[in-house]
């Protein structure tokens, strides 16, 4: 696996390094997988952007609503729900 150099102060890189010891994993796997959650963090700020956008219009967020709605009927399709 290629690798590169990235520089950063001293206090981050010791927060990465305790981070990295108390997660059992190496550096480079909890570098990763804080790239991972900030880019689930901001996908899901994009999303509920969108939707308060969506939400100042009434008719595009009834519009939204009822298609929810019909895709809710879908969810089980037949199926007998289990307890």
Do not use: C, F, H
């Amino acid at each position: 696996m290629a690798s590169v150099t990235l520089r950063s102060d001293p206090i981050t890189s010791q927060r990465l390094r305790n981070l990295a010891a108390q997660a059992g994993v190496s550096m480079r796997e909890m570098l990763a997988r804080i790239v991972e959650a900030y880019e689930a963090e901001q996908y899901i700020a994009e999303l509920n952007a969108g939707y308060a956008e969506l939400r100042k219009n009434p008719e595009a967020w009834a519009e939204e609503l009822a298609e929810e709605a019909l895709w809710d009927r879908t969810l089980m399709d037949g199926l007998e729900a289990e307890e």
